[in-house]
């Protein structure tokens, strides 16, 4: 053997060698990654759309905290494991005296099972949220029970014990939006007793005609929801119009806050993203507040209708092919002619077919009040099912 063929060998040899020990390594780091992904282990995730599932208006911030922001925002995801654990960060309201009442209310739901229900009193707490001695299939929904103008809260991080990772649930085939005022919110539906007052403690908007409407339909959901808010005016009890709130100002925007921030800002100042959340139904339940300033009085009601069918061609502007269904009536129907002018006159100037008018029935003092005289779940429950039926006739579902 010559030495150019020994050389030839040895080079073959060590080439060989080379590649074997890079498959080598290379399996072990596939095998290691394997075993990571398909081993029990505790792992910690970010609350993004690669991990879960949104709901409604939340906003990413670039630390990595999902702020969420309105009645029903929120989060939902699976995973196989046997703990999990959320992290959430109060606003810079929670746990000041001055915000007392006005703290974020949330909801945990694990696998349907309402788990865990809180207030943000905190600037930073860790929540066991799952925990099984056998690894288990789970879904955990992450859910805010109270509105935006009051407080926010964020999810810092989740954290669990799995398999694999955590997963966004799948998308539902309808999408609905919902714009309203405290009965969207849920205003006082856990404290059914009329002489109380406001606090976020007893808002839960699982219980409004909004989600259960939602569920009835097994849609995905989103809410646009201020209390005491109006189209042209906020409640009033001195027949002074509040203009500072009004719905439209903000339909645009992420949320209001009345000057809690999130982080290191205000959600008002954040604009929202209309393709995050692509609706085909859209509710409009705005009047009652109004309806403090109009007092019967037609000019001021005619105000209403022109700035409402304004609001309409503003919704439309961001959501070009929703069907828009606007109502009023749970807490009084007197505007109600009023809107139903509204969609006639922006139907007749732009050909517009996709708008149209409901009135739901008036609470009944048979089903109770709650705080403030806002309707209770039995009401809610009788104007979701009138609103469900509504949306299927129109959208020809059975």
Known sequence: MNAKTMFGILTSLVMLAGTACGAADGTSAEADTSVQEDTLSAKTFTADSSNVKLLGRNYLADDG???????????????MGTKASVTIVGDSGAGTAQNSGNEARFAVYVNGKLTMDEL???????????SSDAEAETVVRIIKLSESANSTFGIKSIDA????????????????????????CGYGVDDEVKEHHFSTATENATKTYAFKTAENLDADWSFVSFSG???????TDNGQKQTQQTVPPYYAKLGRSYGSKSGDFLVQDKDWDFNSFVPDVIVINLGTNDDSYCKGDDEKAMEYAEAYEQFIEEVRSHNSDAQIICTLGIMGDRLYPFIEYAVSEYTEKTGDTKVSAMKFDVQNQADGYAADWHPTEATHEKAAQKLTDEIKSILGLS
């Open 65 to 79: 905290t999902l702020w969420v922001v309105h009645s029903a925002s929120g989060v939902e995801f699976s995973f």
């Open 161 to 184: 014990e799995c398999t694999g990772g955590i997963q966004p649930t799948a998308p539902k085939d309808l999408k609905i939006e919902f714009i309203g005022d405290s009965i969207t």
């Open 120 to 130: 943000v009193t905190e600037p930073e707490k860790t929540y066991e949220i799952f």
């Open 229 to 235: 808010h109006g189209i042209i005016s906020g409640y």
